[in-house]
C-alpha cells in the first residue's frame, strides 16, 4: 500500500499531467530504496495506473459559438472567448454568428468534452466557465480563435490559456480568416463614433490624449465622447500604463453609454493592439 507521501506526489503529478495532457507516469526505486516519479521511462521503472479525475461528456446542444449544454445539464459558457451571435429574441444576427455555432456543432457531433476550469467557476448567468477539451486533447476555445470564428476575450484572473489564445488571434487575424474579413469587425477611427455607437464587440482606434485616474479605474481618454478603461487590479497585467500617454493604439470590447459619451473596458493587455506613435 502506498505511502501518504506517495499519494501526495502522486496527486501533484495528476495535476501537472491534466494541465499539460501527458500520457504516463512511472515510478521506480533507486539503490538506497527512496522512490521516484516521472514521465519518462527508467530501468526497472513501472508504470502507474493513474485515474485522471476528470470524466468525459456529450454535447447535448449548441447554443452559439461559445456557448454549449452538456448531457448532465449544465450550461457551459467557453472561456477567454466571444463568438458572433446568433439571433434569438430580440438580438439580431451577427456576421459569423451562424458559422461559428455550425462549426461547434459539426466539430462536436458524435464527441465527447472534458471541462478544464480555471480561478473563476461560474459567470453571474450560472453558467459554468470553462475550456472544452476533446477526446482527442484537442483545446476547443483555442480551435475557435485559430480559424477566426471567435475573439480572444481574456477575462482575468481566468489566464490558463491566456498565450495560447492570444497566439492563435495574432495568426487568425494575420491570414484574415473568419471574422477578420468581414466588414463589420474592421476597425473605426474614434473620431467616426457617432451618437449611437457601436452595437456588438467594436474595435476602436485613436491617440490617448490623457491619463486619469479614480479609486477604481485608471481611464484613457482618447476624445470628449470616448474613454477606455482599466480596472486598478489587473493594472500589473499591463505595461507600464503611462507608456500608452500620447500613442495612438486600438482598443477591443464593448461600448457602454458613459456622460454624454462612450466608454469600454480593458480586463487585460491582449485588447489593446496595433501601439504607435
Keep these: 500500500m502506498k505511502s501518504r507521501q506517495d499519494l501526495r506526489l502522486i496527486k501533484i503529478l495528476l495535476l501537472i ?31 502507474i495506473d493513474l485515474n485522471p479525475g476528470y470524466s468525459y461528456y456529450k454535447v447535448e446542444q449548441v447554443y452559439d459559438g461559445d456557448t454549449v449544454k452538456l448531457s448532465d445539464g449544465r450550461k457551459i459558457r467557453l472561456l477567454d472567448i466571444n463568438t458572433p451571435e446568433v439571433k434569438h ?9 451562424e458559422i461559428a455555432k455550425q462549426w ?24 459554468t466557465l470553462a475550456y472544452l477539451i476533446t477526446e482527442n486533447k ?16 481574456i477575462y482575468p484572473p481566468n489566464l490558463l ?32 463614433l457617432g451618437n449611437d455607437g457601436h452595437s456588438g464587440w467594436t474595435r476602436l482606434k485613436g491617440k490617448v490624449s490623457n491619463i486619469r485616474s479614480s479609486r477604481k479605474f485608471v481611464y484613457l481618454d482618447f476624445s470628449d ?43 487585460h493587455p491582449s485588447a489593446i493592439h496595433g501601439i504607435s506613435d
Excluded at 21 to 42: I, L, M, P, T
Excluded at 138 to 153: P, S, T, W
Design 225 to 267: 465622447v470616448f474613454q477606455a478603461r482599466i480596472e486598478k487590479q489587473w493594472l500589473s497585467l499591463f505595461p507600464e500604463i503611462n507608456s500608452y500617454r500620447g500613442r495612438t493604439i486600438e482598443v477591443r470590447g464593448w461600448l457602454n453609454k458613459n456622460r454624454g459619451g462612450w466608454s469600454m473596458l480593458i480586463r
Design 89 to 97: 429574441r430580440n438580438q439580431d444576427a451577427e456576421a459569423g454568428g
Design 161 to 192: 490559456y491566456v498565450d495560447e489564445l492570444v497566439a492563435a488571434g495574432n495568426r487568425a487575424q494575420q491570414a484574415k480568416r473568419g471574422i477578420w474579413q468581414q466588414a463589420q469587425y474592421t476597425v473605426i477611427p474614434v473620431d467616426q
Design 104 to 127: 461547434l456543432t459539426n466539430k462536436l457531433k458524435d464527441q465527447k468534452v472534458r471541462l478544464m476550469t480555471d480561478v473563476e467557476q461560474t459567470d453571474k448567468y450560472k453558467r
Design 138 to 153: 484537442e483545446n476547443i476555445n483555442v480551435q475557435l480563435v485559430e480559424l477566426g470564428l471567435a475573439a480572444v476575450n
Design 17 to 47: 499531467f491534466n494541465i499539460s495532457a501527458c500520457a504516463d507516469v512511472y515510478e521506480w526505486q533507486d539503490k538506497d530504496g527512496n522512490k521516484h516519479f516521472s514521465d519518462r521511462v527508467h530501468d526497472n521503472s513501472k508504470k
